[in-house]
Structures are given as C-alpha cells and as structure tokens.
C-alpha cells in the first residue's frame, strides 16, 4: 500500500531547540492514532523529520528536494517564521503546508495552512487583560530580530495607539542565539515602562529571564510572553519566572476533557519520563490532525479542493475547537502565570 509521506519540519538544532522532543512525540502519536483508524484515504501515514532549527535556506532546500523527488505528499511543522518564508517560495504549492507555530499572522498562500495563534487573538486580549487587572500600562519589547518579533511589534504599538494607551516605552531585537541581554536590560532600568513584552524563543528566552531576575527586576516589571512553554519554565527556573504571564492555546496543566484525555494517551504511549507537554508540541499533534482531516473532507491532498475544504472547517482537539477562518483560526486563548515548576492558568481570554 502507498504511504501517505509527510515531512514533519521541526527543531533540533538553535534557540528553538527546546520544542523539537514534545513535537516529535506529539506528531508521531497523531500519525500513529490516524493508521489506527484506517490512515489518510486509507495510506498509512509516514513521517520524514527534518531539522526545523537549521538554516532556513538548508531547511527549504532539504523539503523542497524531497518534493521535487516526489516523496512527500504534505508537510506539517512547527518552526520560526523565517523558516516558513523560505519553505513556501520552495513548495510553490505543490504539496500541502501546515503551518502549527504561533506567528504575526497574514499568510494568504494557497495550499498554506497557517493554525497557531495570532496577535489579533493572543497578544491583544493579554494586553489588555494585563493593563485592567494589574495595571501594566507601559511597555518595553525586547525580540529576537526577524519577522514575528518585529511584525508583532508594529501590530502591538497600532493596538496600544488605538487603545487610548501609552506608548511602547522602546524596543530592543536581537540576533537568534543572543546569550548577553546586558545592554537590553540597562535600557529598561533607564526606562519608564512597568512590563516587558518577551519576543523570544527558546533558550533566548530562558538567558533573558534569568539574567532579568539576577537583577532584581521582577519587583519593577512585569513580564509577558505569547511564546513561554512548560520545557522554557523548566530550563528557567522559579526564582527567575516569577511574575512571567503568558497566554496559548494550550498548556499542559489545561483541565478540559480534551486536554486530560491528550495527556493521559501520551504518558500511555511514551511513559512518564517523555518531554514534557508543551503547546508547540501540542500544535503538531493538530497539525497532523488538521491535515489528515483536510484530506479526508475534500478526497484528495491536491491543493484547490483542499483549500475549498478548508474554509470554515473545524477540528477538535486537545486545545478544544480550532476553525479555519481564511489567513487566521478562532481558537480559544488562555492566559496563565508561571508557578513553579508549571503554570496557572487565570483567565480565558
């Protein structure tokens, strides 16, 4: 039987590094849960890995191959923007793209299905959350320097102005791998802003917190960031996450049938001991899922009948109801605090 090949582009390798284990786990038991139930058109699904942390042209260059070679029938990730900007030139629509990271959101490319989270449905109601229910009015971007952190940034200082809102109190972008936020973190001790908005990823975000929290900031600023996982919280630690908030989609400690249901089926499968659960990884776990159910609704994996399937289309899955509503989805979004070792969640946002 022909298999249904998909080349599952995430990361191993950079900051993001932190995410690769929970979504390949994640990914394989939706692959694994799908050939229970008859595979997609009824082909087992096989997954090809591809190291998402690579160089964005090296990452474009080894799918897009895999392609031209006629070995892939679909491709599903969670990886950075910039990574995504160099794969979809490289695809020309050939094969279907799901695309599970959150992200500053305007892809229209056919045959693209972008299911993260947006700043439309993540940072703007924790902003907002943020300045009516502790006060922080005022704020300071610190961001790795390429599309989502910079894109996110505009959209944040248009949302603040239209608001009726102060201002960003400045903004500050550093190259992937920054391990010295030394300078960064002068520029808030000189500045008049109460919270810090944190565009980083991975192990950026982890040296940021910790150095952040050496100083004693954490009793000046509040923190927030829409990209802070459960395997982050673990590398940071509790003394240097107090007072981090973030919000997703989906947290491992999310107490919904759905969620609990998720959790108890990957310990199952993997034992106690898997990568923690995190919601880059959860997002592969839909992302096979969106796809599979995508094929299955429309007959085929071509990407016109695909693309009319996917207008409005709905998926049920760990984080809850996920629709897809043209360049976006509408997904719930949960805002939650780091306490400890995990995170509390405070508010459906």
Known sequence: MTEFTVALVIPFAGSEALYGPSCLLCAQLAAEEINAAGG???RPVRMIVVDGGA????????????????????????????VRQHLVPRLRGRVPYVFTALYEGGETTPGVFAIGETPE?????????????????????VGNDYVWPRRSTELVSRFLRECGAPPLD????????????????????????D????????????????????RGLEDRCARFSPLMDESMLAQTGARASRDVFTAAGYFESLPTAESLGFGARYVRRFGPEAPVLN???????????????LVERAGTA??????????????????????VT???????????????????????I
């Open 302 to 323: 071509e990407i016109g009948p695909l693309t009319e399937a996917a207008d409005r289309s709905c998926h049920d899955g760990p984080r809850g109801t996920v629709r």
């Open 279 to 293: 919601a880059p990884g959860e997002s592969c776990y839909d992302g096979v899922r969106v796809l599979a159910g």
């Open 170 to 193: 400045g903004a500050r972008f550093v190259g992937l791998g920054t391990a010295d936020f030394g300078p960064v973190l002068q520029r808030i001790e000189a500045g008049d802003g």
């Open 55 to 82: 160089g964005p042209a090296r990452v474009a260059d080894e799918v897009g191959r895999l392609v031209d070679a006629g070995r892939l029938d679909a491709v599903v990730g969670w990886h950075t923007s910039v």
């Open 195 to 214: 919270g810090v908005l944190m565009l980083l990823v991975g192990r950026d975000a982890v040296e940021f917190n910790r150095q952040f929290a050496r």
């Open 121 to 141: 449905i993540q940072l703007y109601p924790a902003l907002r959350w943020m300045g009516e229910e502790i006060g922080v009015r005022r704020w300071f971007v």
């Open 40 to 42: 997609i058109l009824g």
């Open 326 to 348: 043209g360049t976006c989805t509408e997904q719930r979004i949960y805002l939650a605090t780091a306490d400890g070792a995990g995170f509390d969640i405070l508010a459906s």
